[in-house]
């Protein structure tokens, strides 16, 4: 079974910073991509970063040259470095990981539960 645990989510002034922390854990055999999406209220998920096992990293537009994605392959996780942090940052921040595992061992979407950004004044 595969778990991915978040953290550093909170309450953060508008120009402020947070960082982003997402561990996979489990019968992991490879992970091809992680990354980060986001859900605010009323709105669907959408896409903030991601990288590969590679290093190549993607991000939404809204977001370029603010937050930076980062990975750790020894440790299976992933950061988010969120910088100049705006009200419209608010939401559910949700980490993916593409992975393989012992028991289905082909890339295979998992998600964690979820971490709050608030960006307020």
């Known amino acids: 079974q595969v778990q991915l645990v978040e953290s550093g989510g909170g309450l953060v002034q508008p120009g402020g910073s947070l960082r982003l922390s997402c561990e996979a854990s489990g019968s992991i055999v490879s992970i091809y991509a992680m990354g980060w999406y986001r859900q605010a209220p009323g709105k669907q998920r959408e896409l903030v970063a991601t990288?590969?096992?590679?290093?190549?990293?993607n991000y939404a537009d809204s977001v370029k040259g603010r937050f930076t994605i980062s990975r750790d392959n020894a440790k299976n996780t992933v950061y988010l470095q969120m910088n100049s942090l705006k009200p419209e940052d608010t939401a559910v921040y949700i980490c993916n990981a593409d992975l393989a595992t012992m028991t289905v061992p082909h890339w295979n979407d998992y998600w964690g539960q979820g971490t709050q950004v608030t960006v307020s004044s």
């Open positions: 990288i590969t096992n590679r290093g190549s990293t």
